[in-house]
């Protein structure tokens, strides 16, 4: 079923017709919004040099593999959240996070540096990507016990 909902979508954007209200796929009960992946496509685009008007093409198929990418990683979290022999604590993400923001404060240089970068404190920034970590270590762990 969720499969076939996916499919609809990715046709639709293939076809050229606008999704409803920015929804471009519902995985589970997360939403894909048209807005969080055109952010991605952008950044990704600005990083490699892919000009909307200048390659269409080269732009269009980026924000094609973003979605896929996205719609591809939230099937995957679906299935490791309901996996009953996948956890991951509180304790998992805070540390792994707090690496993640020890790394960032070495290239940025300061602690101070960082937030002036993030635009906000580093208890903000550990806030803000709790879960955007708890569901990257679920999605790990996932395909490494499925797929090694």
């Not at 954007?13 to 991605?40: F, H, K, M, W, Y």
């Not at 939230?74 to 020890?102: G, M, P, W, Y």
């Amino acid at each position: 079923m969720i499969l076939l909902f996916l499919s609809f979508f990715v046709f639709l954007l293939g076809q050229g017709a606008s999704p409803v209200d920015g929804v471009l796929a519902i995985v589970d009960t997360e939403v894909v919004l048209r807005s969080n992946i055109e952010e991605q496509v952008f950044v990704l685009a600005k990083q490699k040099n892919i000009s909307p008007q200048k390659t269409p093409f080269a732009f269009e198929e980026l924000y094609k593999k973003i979605l896929e990418e996205q719609i591809e990683r939230l099937v995957v979290l679906s299935f490791a959240k309901k996996d009953t022999f996948i956890t991951v604590s509180n304790n998992e993400v805070s540390k792994t996070l707090q690496e993640r923001i020890n790394a960032f404060i070495e290239v940025f240089g300061s602690e101070k540096a960082l937030e002036d970068t993030m635009k906000m404190s580093v208890s903000q920034i550990k806030k803000e990507y709790f879960n955007i970590v708890e569901e990257e270590l679920y999605v790990e762990k996932f395909r490494f016990q499925n797929f090694n």
